[in-house]
């Protein structure tokens, strides 16, 4: 069954929720896990996929996103996109975008990154996953 984790967020930085994915993304691929961020849009997927190349000096998260994503790639770790993944990817989904619908539970762990402006959504999420019966552990994240 999917573990899923709620990291909620003290930051109101306008950037917190996709800095933060940034950081769980590079935990998750030096770990040797792929990993699928699901977001709103192109726009946000434009947006999230500039800040994995800067969003900490010295680091390195290979990337890119789902319409890039050629069909027989089982090399890149990280994917970003809104809507459904790709296959191959059925380890960790990071969702920065909202609804994920019924895909999730494909993946091993489901991480909803919720920052203080989507809180009423998330508990929303929280009852969905709760209901369902999945072990659900949250974590509350300070602000940086």
């Given at each position: 069954?999917?573990?899923?984790?709620?990291y909620?967020?003290?930051?109101?930085?306008?950037?917190?929720?996709?800095?933060?994915?940034c950081?769980?993304?590079?935990?998750?691929?030096?770990?040797?896990?792929?990993?699928?961020?699901?977001?709103?849009d192109?726009?946000?997927?434009?947006?999230?996929?500039?800040?994995?190349w800067?969003?900490?000096?010295?680091?390195?998260?290979?990337?890119?996103?789902?319409?890039?994503?050629?069909?027989?790639d089982?090399?890149?770790?990280?994917?970003?996109g809104?809507?459904?993944?790709?296959?191959?990817?059925?380890?960790?989904?990071?969702?920065?975008?909202?609804?994920?619908?019924?895909?999730?539970?494909?993946f091993?762990?489901h991480?909803?990154?919720?920052?203080?402006?989507?809180?009423?959504?998330?508990?929303?999420?929280?009852?969905?996953?709760?209901?369902?019966?999945?072990?659900?552990?949250?974590?509350k994240?300070?602000?940086?």
């Amino acid at each position: 069954m999917t573990e899923v984790f709620f990291y909620i967020l003290e930051d109101e930085a306008a950037d917190a929720t996709a800095h933060f994915a940034c950081r769980l993304a590079e935990k998750a691929h030096g770990e040797g896990h792929r990993v699928f961020i699901h977001v709103a849009d192109a726009a946000q997927t434009a947006a999230l996929d500039n800040m994995l190349w800067q969003f900490r000096q010295g680091s390195f998260v290979p990337h890119t996103a789902t319409d890039a994503l050629a069909p027989d790639d089982d090399l890149t770790p990280v994917v970003i996109g809104a809507g459904e993944p790709p296959a191959g990817f059925d380890d960790i989904l990071l969702n920065v975008g909202g609804e994920v619908g019924g895909f999730f539970s494909r993946f091993a762990r489901h991480n909803e990154i919720v920052g203080p402006e989507s809180m009423a959504a998330a508990r929303h999420r929280y009852r969905f996953f709760k209901d369902r019966g999945y072990q659900l552990t949250t974590h509350k994240i300070p602000a940086r």
